[in-house]
């Protein structure tokens, strides 16, 4: 594939707002998990809350779309001087020359869950100010974000589950090299929702304390919620050797059950051999491997199994999601963030909450933080429904694109 | 200036209210049958592995159907086709019965339910029916949605240079969710969208190109038509089903988003 830049990037979860707090949580291994405490949910395990969402007031005119995950929304877009380079961006290329296209598993059902407490006695109808189309409908944050910035360019939500927001990479690629527009907002926004915590309870994949993903007793997620977004463009003259590129997708389906992996990780394993391929690379340029990580005994076994029949050579690994929790639709571009701020600032992150690494998957895995210089990393993102992305992203001066 | 997109369609699947499928929904598009709105029939996805079967819901079978149509007049078979879902909305009921259940004090919702609530739901099932591993995209762009779908299946096409299923769907959410979203009835629309034109003379059936446009959509002068165009965003795509159905050289403006809409310029091979 033709590599992209990540002209700006962002990242908002309960380990930070914004990138500074983020940098600074994983430098110093912070994890941002909690016992749940969420609204009126009474399940023991744990959670990554995003502090004060309640607090953020929704921008003039945007108040129809006041929902828990617009309000993470917006509070993301507003940290690190995103919305300003969307808006440089706007007057470089064109409010029409800019897509949105953003990964959300729940979207804004929260709504819709408390609206359905306070239907009407007699008429069982629902409160009338709810309103489905900017709040609850998948689509909201991508119709939020479009009309925050007063877009007119294509928009959509790719809504995969787990492997949603780093989908979302493949489609802006696409709409890019097909020329229909120059630039694209991507990310991913998820939030806490009761479907969700009583969802993955239902199916005995709630850890009771923090997450551990690849120990020899992990026993299953820690349910977070975050937003992270990236300015995609057509790599410039003048970017220097510390920018991000995106140099490799690869995508596929399991084809095998809907909440269960294939027990080989046969779809993982096509996701990143064709993600090594479009960037044209072998498994040994890789540096790191962001796993897909969510600490269920199953999930972690299949990508282990996957990743080792790819990577012959030992290669550091580790996943974010002790420290973030799993933040399902938001998570690929959680993680497609934090491989970034990994790449510029030469350290691999060691994955949290784990005590003893489970010997049977074989993997490389790092539980303390390591500095050293990264030229090529690897993030895998794996869904429910057998829904499969791995991308590759690298620093500027390794693809002799820089100036 | 934006680029025209380029792609064959070799295939197309149709069920909607008064739509039983492509073959006898193109007489009715074309004006060779009156059309008649009428509840839609979801045929029994035989495809499906029992316990599958069993668990699939509306969004699910409709959308296998659709499918299966187009994929059966393009004449493939175990072609490990990339695809595009594009849902307004998932499965309703389901979505229902959940919101339901939380609002009480027994919030065991079953896993069943739980992973059928996923909007990718039915992109799973059909990846399972079909044996199928290539990529999928799974979409959601409200009352854009086939719009959304359709552009990008084009990308897949130009871009990638590979053959696209496109699988627009939507089904109705129950009351107190229906008053705040009244889509009335099941539909869904498949197109099985190729890069070229197909060295077998009979399997391309039109050319289609597609670029945005600001011109006014397509309205139907037919009535009952027109209200399903308006009242299911998969219906969005009716008018560029029926230039297909007349087997004639023209162009029609689809709904997209606000004002930016989809030029498609049809061309029968």
Known sequence: ??????????????????????????????????????????????????????????RDGMAEYDCRNNRLAQLGLEQDGFNN?????????GHDRIGVFLGTSTSGILETELAFRHRDKLTGALPEDFIYSKTQNTYSVADFTRHYFKLAGPAVVVSSACSSSAKVFSVARRMIEAGLIDAAIVGGVDTLCLTTLYGFNSLGLLSTQACRPYDVARDGISI????????????????????????????????????????????????????????????????????????????????????SAIFTQPI???????????????????????????????????????????????????????????????????????????LIFGLAETTGDAK | MTPKLTAYIEGVGLIGPGFNGWASGRQILA??????????????????????????????????????????????????????????????????????MLATDDR????????????????????????T???????????????????????????????????????????????KRPIPDNCGIALLLAPQKSEQSEKSITQIQVSFTHEEAFKFSDTALETLRLAIPAARGLPLLQLIAKAQAGSVVLDYLDDLRLLVEVKPC
């Open chain 1, 1 to 58: 594939m033709k590599p992209l830049l990540l002209s700006h990037f962002t990242v908002t979860s309960c380990i930070g707002i914004g990138l500074q707090q983020t940098l600074d949580a994983l430098l110093h291994a912070r994890q941002g998990l909690k016992p749940c405490d969420f609204e009126t949910v009474d399940l023991p395990t744990f959670i990554g809350e995003v502090d004060d969402l309640d607090d953020v007031q929704m």
């Open chain 1, 85 to 93: 380079a969307v808006n440089a961006a706007v007057a470089k290329y």
């Open chain 1, 224 to 307: 977070g919620e975050a937003a992270a977004f990236a300015l995609l463009e057509r790599p410039s003259a003048t970017m220097d050797d510390s920018a991000v590129l995106l140099l490799g997708i690869g995508e596929s389906s399991d084809a095998y059950h809907m909440s269960s992996p294939h027990p080989e990780g046969l779809g993982a394993k096509i996701a990143m051999q064709q993600a090594l391929q479009s960037a044209s690379l072998a498994p040994t340029d890789i540096d790191y491997i962001n796993l897909h990580g969510t600490a269920t005994p199953s999930n972690d076994a299949a990508e282990a199994k996957a990743v």
């Open chain 1, 316 to 390: 550091p690994c580790s996943s974010s999601k002790g420290a973030t929790g799993h933040t399902l639709g938001a998570a690929g571009a959680v993680e497609a963030v934090i491989c970034a701020l990994a790449l510029q600032h030469s350290f691999i992150p060691g994955g949290l909450n784990t005590k003893k690494v489970d010997a049977e998957l074989k993997l490389d895995y790092q539980l303390q933080n390591t500095n050293q210089p990264l030229k090529l990393v690897m993030s895998n993102s794996f869904g429910f429904g057998g829904t499969n992305c791995s």
């Open chain 2, 31 to 100: 004006g060779q049958q009156p059309y008649q709105s009428a509840k839609t029939v979801i045929p029994t996805p035989e495809l499906l592995p029992a316990a599958e079967r069993r668990r699939a819901s509306d969004i699910v079978k409709l959308t296998l159907a659709t499918s299966l149509e187009a994929i059966a007049e393009a004449s493939l078979q175990g072609e490990n086709l990339p695809s595009v879902f594009s849902f307004s909305n998932g499965d309703g009921l389901n979505c229902h019965t959940i919101c339901e």
């Open chain 2, 108 to 131: 065991e919702i079953s896993p069943t339910r739980f992973h059928n609530s996923v909007h990718n739901a039915a992109a799973g099932y059909w990846s399972i029916a079909t044996k």
């Open chain 2, 133 to 179: 591993m290539a990529t999928s995209s799974v979409l959601c762009a409200f009352d854009a949605s086939f719009g959304a779908g359709l552009l990008d299946a084009l990308t897949q096409v130009t871009v990638d240079g590979t053959r696209c299923i496109l699988m627009a769907s939507d089904t109705p959410y129950p009351e107190p969710m229906f008053s």
